[in-house]
């Protein structure tokens, strides 16, 4: 919960996204359903399953726009930590607690980043190399924390669909034609008799 509430603070634009789409998202699942089901219609369940499914969607929503955010600027990451390791000779490798150190700059300049990243290890890496290696750990740790969030968010919708789909109750429709039918059917009978 506590990486939620940082989202929230420093990305509401995110947040206002995340929740849109996924009402978007909520909105269009019960459409596609009924238009596959039209003989069917929704029961009470059907919307309590939509406001759970809301809520988880919307969590996913928020971390995966928040992940989104943090890979935005890891360019900038990567120029900060340049300007950090600037006055290192390039021949001086870094041990893992030196890495550690970069990593807790990083985070309080950003302090999302403390939240997806809690340790860093970059043995071996020169000035030259450590600002680009950061970097680009970084953004692979986001690209995999949001496909995790964009796996989570699939499983939600087949399930909520899934119950929704199971929840809906039938509904018997008398077709005009063929009482139609019936009706004349009887009026010939009449007037032959």
Request: charge should be neutral; aromatic fraction near 12%.
């Amino acid at each position: 919960m506590g990486a939620l509430f940082q989202i929230i603070a420093y990305s509401l634009g995110n947040l206002f996204l995340g929740v849109i789409l996924t009402i978007v998202g909520v909105a269009l699942m019960f459409v596609l359903i009924q238009s596959w089901r039209s003989n069917c219609t929704y029961t009470p369940l059907s919307y309590i399953t939509g406001g759970i499914l809301f809520l988880f969607l919307s969590f996913q929503a928020v971390l995966l726009c928040g992940a989104v955010t943090i890979k935005s600027y890891t360019d900038d990451v990567e120029h900060a930590i340049n300007g950090w390791v600037a006055n290192v000779p390039s021949d001086v490798q870094f041990d893992q607690e030196a890495s550690q150190n970069v990593l807790e700059r990083i985070t309080e300049e950003w302090p999302l980043v403390g939240y997806f990243v809690g340790g860093a290890d970059f043995t071996g890496h020169t000035s030259e190399s450590l600002g680009p290696a950061m970097a680009e750990e970084l953004r692979s740790f986001m690209n995999y924390f949001i496909l995790r969030r964009i796996g989570w968010s699939l499983l939600f919708i087949i399930c909520g669909a899934v119950i929704v789909i199971k929840s809906m109750e039938r509904v018997s429709r008398r077709s005009y034609s063929s009482s139609r039918g019936r009706m004349a059917g009887s009026r010939r009978k009449r007037y032959d008799d």
